[in-house]
């Protein structure tokens, strides 16, 4: 088992792409949790994606309910990036089985949701500094995550 992503309503076919791509040269598949705020296709993820789109494993999910189901039923535990949180994602502990869910660029993800993650960490940054783009922010915690549970390792 290794750490996913997860993109939930992407409102950015720009970052999507990069998150994409991030997946494709990583190993890490990519969820997409719909409906996107943009048509999503490969025409609409070419400019960030380039031909890395080839290589990347996704997987759509028809709403949130369809991804709620495929965690469970997979045995994986749902981490959440948010800015709402005071845990740092560079002091947290990182499992294989996790799947880290990144929220609409545009508005995060509603606290329903939120409430149901076993864990939300933040990416510390200076004081009066709202977030990072979503793809840098996805990068940065997948990054910290794959170096915990050693799957950097079996990349060349």
Known sequence: ??????LYQPDIAQNTGTL???????????????PAGFPFSRASLRRAGLDYL???GYVEHSA??????WLAENGRRLVLLTTKTGQSAYNAAYRPNDVLLLGRESAGVPHAIAEKA???VRIPMRQHMRS????????????EALRQTTAFGTLS
Do not use: K
């Open 1 to 6: 088992m290794r750490v996913a992503l997860a």
């Open 20 to 34: 994409l791509r991030l997946g494709a040269c990583l190993d890490v598949t990519v969820h997409i949790i719909h």
């Open 54 to 56: 080839d290589h990347a």
């Open 64 to 69: 949130y309910s369809a991804f709620e189901r």
């Open 118 to 120: 076993a864990l939300c």
């Open 132 to 143: 990072l783009n979503v793809a840098i922010a996805g990068s940065m915690v997948l990054g």
